[in-house]
């Protein structure tokens, strides 16, 4: 589908979020600000996304996609959602949620 997990995520997290600033595009991502920096740069560069100063604090700046941003974001979430269709082929219900647990159990065992 064209896109890298980065870029992915990246656009992801600034679709959910109506404005979105700097700071918390690299909390929601998980990841350094230097390195979501690096991130942005680049797909400024391509179009996909524009940065502006917040008009209530210039410190910050705000992070929105482009016509071209969205166009990739359509076209890698329907790629999204067809391998998620994939991998959930043949699991019922009970068993997906059955995982679902397993990874939550897991994920409290690394945290706690």
């Known amino acids: 589908a064209g896109g890298t997990l980065p870029v992915w995520v990246t656009l992801l997290s600034v679709k959910s979020?109506?404005?979105a600033n700097q700071r918390e595009l690299a909390g929601m991502i998980g990841i350094r600000g230097a390195t979501l920096t690096h991130h942005l740069n680049a797909?400024?560069?391509q179009g996909l996304l524009m940065r502006r100063r917040d008009p209530?604090?210039?410190r910050v700046h705000q992070v929105e996609l482009t016509q071209?941003?969205?166009a990739l974001f359509?076209?890698?979430?329907t790629a999204a959602l067809a391998f998620d269709k994939r991998l959930r082929k043949g699991l019922?219900?009970?068993r997906l949620a059955e995982f679902a647990e397993v990874l939550?159990?897991?994920r409290a065992n690394v945290e706690g």
């Open 17 to 19: 979020r109506e404005l």
């Open 43 to 45: 797909m400024e560069t």
């Open 68 to 70: 071209a941003g969205e």
């Open 104 to 106: 939550a159990a897991l």
């Open 92 to 94: 019922s219900d009970d």
């Open 56 to 58: 209530e604090n210039r």
């Open 74 to 77: 359509l076209k890698l979430r």
